[in-house]
Nanobody, 123 residues
Framework: VQLQASGGGLVQAGGSLRLSCAAS????????MGWFRQAPGLERVFVAA????????YYVDSVKGRFTISRDRAKNTVFLQMNSLKPEDTAVYYC?????????????????WGQGTQVTVSS
């Protein structure tokens, strides 16, 4: 399984970015796709996740109403639309995939990871 994350960049507070994660290597019909982020000196934390089949999105409270996770099954790609960005959203963002949904906020339960993409929000 390979995950290729892209779409990061530098944006001013209040701006938007759209992250993409292209997955390849197997069928993902029973998998959960997640986005995590890691700021310098801090642990990697959950941001959002989506059921590959059902399409229901799950979010950490701090991004609810601002971020939207979605997937394009035909293209095996997961997106994270980030609006109203804040300086505290600055981090390296990683996409990950796992089988099953239990504990989807726990990064240790994910099986495969992308390489990360930097998001920097200036004030």
């Amino acid at each position: 399984v390979q995950l290729q994350a892209s779409g990061g960049g530098l944006v001013q507070a209040g701006g938007s970015l759209r992250l993409s994660c292209a997955a390849s290597g197997r069928s993902f019909s029973r998998y959960f796709m997640g986005w995590f982020r890691q700021a310098p000196g801090l642990e990697r934390v959950f941001v959002a996740a989506i059921s590959w089949t059902g399409g229901t999105g799950y979010y950490v409270d701090s991004v609810k109403g601002r971020f939207t996770i979605s997937r394009d099954r035909a293209k095996n790609t997961v997106f994270l639309q980030m609006n109203s960005l804040k300086p505290e959203d600055t981090a390296v963002y990683y996409c990950a995939v796992r089988g099953g949904s239990a504990g989807y906020t726990d990064p240790t339960l994910y099986d495969y990871w992308g390489q990360g993409t930097q998001v920097t929000v200036s004030s």
